[in-house]
């Protein structure tokens, strides 16, 4: 656990610009009090990838839903601050759910807000370990990369094969929309800080992630003293994979119990 | 909530007092530690000073932050980042409406509701009664601790001038809008950022202007180098420039925008910059430039319709304002639980907690070279885990205590600023933060 956070020249003298931010809203027919949820995708992914089904399955189930989609160019720093900026908009303490690259970016913003709740899913904390596995599962797509080129992300990286599977146009559907632009911070070794307020993070992956291997996901669920929920057989993408409904309904089912 | 609580035994429940921005940080901040809370406010809305609506509050129609937005606002919850970097006073107000709400703190907030005495039961406990604002019945209830958030900008402060004096003299926490200033003219009494920006206003507003302080102030610039002065004045601190250092670049920096404000008529400071509560205003030497605004020394007495100054001179206003300050006020505690001296100001570890009394905690009565906010957050979460610790583990919150009493005032206010009444709480948010910080870090558990 890092120490308490007081002193923040950064923030202080060097404020992050505002920008235009793009956030997908889904609110429920009937607001009953529940708090709102802010979405934070990874790397090359938008609002759109959680528009696709777990904003209106969430907003189905009563939650607000609301899903961000990271500046352009805007770095680590830049992505926090808007995730907060966000967040503290919102009318009540929102639910913080980030996947991949953007659970470290929730990771990250709980130092800076006190949310209501935290979901890491699949999260890439460590930018080694995930390198790794994307060298592993997609050299062609990753090697360019570390030579200054584009990076491309595989079918085989992101979703599974078994049943139930999505379709061919599906998966050319999803990749096309993907812009994946890594920053070299990424694999920056550092210790997500220590979270203000009281919020329960829940971590979720799959054993079959190629992208998080399960070690890591093991280290990013003792970083926040828990063990994490697993949905064999799904691919990284939890949010577009066929079986997309399990790990959004146990999220809810978490954020229930805990919001007792 | 807010059905009675019956027989008025609250046990572990804290009482705040006071929903402006240091109760309401102090609410959330134990709210989230787990602690029951029950906020007594006066008004019937949150804000406090920043509430133009409440009858206690001083600020005017044109004031702005002076602090810029990252060094004021709270640290978990920020301003939209749209917002100016120096907000209006209605937008601060804003913002606080939002922090209440979105954290839910209106549920545990009493409003309507005034604290009239709080004595401490003997065995750390508090009773506080408490009555419907203006009268009615009161009622008493028994709470754990005590945090006192009841502001200290309410109570004016108000000069006494021999003599009588024919025109109007009002406060400027009476001061609304700049119409009363209209085809005027208008004496300004008091060299602090209120007088300078009523001073400002009235040289926009009024027929004649004179503006009356006791010594020469440094005014900062609200913008330096093209950034807000606060923010540029940070990095120095980051790069942990030594105050000298900083007092030169400051002189400097002075010397070549508004120069030497001495041929204006004004005073030369009798303090080396940093060395009492930053004054900021760019307008002041600008209205000065245009003649708009006469600077004078003190006012000595008052005869018939002229106001005689120190150096003989007289003058004729006939609208005298007062921006004398506020002194800090404490009306439903005995004296002696602050350790207040015969002003009524407080003696308290940290300008926070109580010397003798461990449940007893003050939030927001600093004046930083920032905004109060960050520090008030600050102060709450402190008091919460100091409170919390007092519960879970007694023996450590003792070595903490005792650790913490042998601090020495030097240690958290390393300022030197002229001896004023009013520098009495004056803090440089570094070094308070740093104090605060490593009482944080004191009371981890190891």
């Excluded at chain 2, 100054?309 to 609208?319: K, M, Y």
Aim: net charge neutral; glycine share 8%; hydrophobic share 40%.
């Amino acid at each position: 656990m890092t120490a308490f956070d007081l002193l923040r020249f950064e923030d202080w003298t060097n404020p992050v610009p505002p920008a235009d931010r793009e956030v997908v809203s889904l609110l429920p027919e009937e607001d009953d009090g529940r708090p709102p949820l802010l979405f934070v995708p990874g790397l090359g992914h938008g609002a759109w990838a959680f528009a696709e089904h777990w904003l209106p399955h969430a907003a189905g189930r009563g939650f607000p839903a609301h899903a961000l989609t990271p500046r352009p160019g805007g770095d680590l720093r830049a992505q926090v601050h808007d995730v907060v900026q966000t967040a503290a908009s919102l009318p009540r303490q929102a639910v913080l759910i980030g996947h991949g690259v953007g659970a470290l970016v929730v990771a990250r913003a709980l130092g800076r807000y006190p949310a209501r709740a935290a979901v890491l899913a699949a999260p890439v904390l460590g930018g080694w370990s995930a390198l790794g596995s994307a060298l592993r599962a997609n050299p062609g797509g990753t090697l360019p990369a570390l030579v200054g080129g584009r990076l491309s992300l595989s079918a085989r990286q992101l979703f599974q094969s078994g049943p139930p599977a999505l379709t061919a146009e599906q998966i050319t559907g999803y990749l096309s929309r993907l812009d994946p632009k890594p920053r070299a911070e990424l694999l920056r070794r550092a210790t997500p800080p220590r979270p203000v307020g009281d919020a329960p993070v829940l971590v979720i992956g799959s054993p079959d992630d190629r992208v998080v291997a399960r070690p890591a996901l093991d280290r990013a669920a003792a970083a926040y003293s828990g063990a994490p929920l697993m949905f064999p057989g799904m691919g990284h993408d939890l949010m577009l994979e066929a079986s997309w409904a399990e790990p959004i309904d146990a999220i809810l089912d978490w954020l229930t119990k805990q919001i007792k | 909530m807010h059905d009675s609580p019956d027989p008025g035994d609250r046990r572990d429940a804290v009482c705040v007092v006071g929903a402006g921005a240091s109760g309401l940080t102090a609410v959330k901040n134990l709210l989230e530690l787990g602690f029951q809370v029950d906020c007594y406010e006066r008004e019937t809305a949150v804000g406090g000073a920043w509430n133009w609506r409440h009858d206690r509050s001083p600020v005017y129609a044109g004031a702005h932050l002076i602090s810029s937005r990252p060094l004021t606002e709270f640290p978990d919850f920020p301003m939209p980042d749209t917002w100016p970097d120096y907000p209006h006073h209605s937008q601060v107000l804003s913002y606080l409406e939002r922090y209440a709400a979105h954290f839910r703190l209106g549920e545990h907030v009493w409003f309507g509701t005034e604290v009239v005495s709080a004595v401490p039961t003997g065995d750390g406990g508090w009773e506080v009664t408490t009555q419907s604002t203006g009268g009615g019945s009161s009622r008493t209830s028994r709470y754990a601790a005590l945090v006192v958030a009841n502001g200290h900008n309410w109570d004016p402060r108000r000069p006494t001038i021999p003599g009588e004096f024919r025109g109007r003299v009002m406060h400027s926490s009476a001061y609304k809008d700049p119409a009363v200033l209209r085809d005027r003219k208008v004496l300004v009494i008091g060299g602090g950022n209120t007088g300078c920006d009523l001073a400002v206003e009235a040289a926009q507003q009024a027929r004649q202007v004179w503006h009356s302080t006791r010594r020469g102030y440094w005014y900062a610039p609200k913008y330096v180098l093209g950034r807000p002065a606060d923010q540029v004045n940070d990095r120095l601190l980051k790069w942990r420039l030594p105050l000298r250092l900083r007092q030169w670049l400051y002189r400097r920096t002075v010397a070549m925008t508004t120069g030497d404000l001495t041929r204006f008529g004004l005073p030369e400071p009798d303090h080396q910059p940093y060395e009492s509560h930053p004054i900021v205003n760019s307008q002041l030497p600008y209205y000065l430039g245009h003649g708009r605004i006469t600077p004078v020394p003190d006012v000595t007495a008052f005869d018939g319709s002229a106001a005689e100054l120190a150096d003989g001179r007289r003058i004729e206003p006939d609208l005298v304002i007062t921006a004398t300050g506020y002194r800090p006020r404490f009306e439903f505690l005995a004296p002696e639980l602050l350790d207040a001296d015969e002003q009524g100001r407080p003696d308290l570890h940290l300008h926070t907690f109580a010397r003798k009394h461990p449940t007893l905690a003050v939030i927001g009565l600093v004046q930083p070279d920032s905004g109060v906010f960050p520090l008030a957050h600050w102060q709450s979460v402190a008091t919460a885990r100091w409170l919390r610790l007092r519960l879970t583990d007694p023996a450590r919150a003792a070595a903490v205590q005792q650790k913490e009493s042998a601090k020495p005032l030097a240690s958290w206010s390393k300022r030197r600023v002229v001896k004023t009444e009013r520098h009495w709480f004056e803090v440089d948010h570094l070094d308070y933060l740093r104090s605060l910080e490593s009482l944080l870090n004191e009371m981890e558990p190891a």
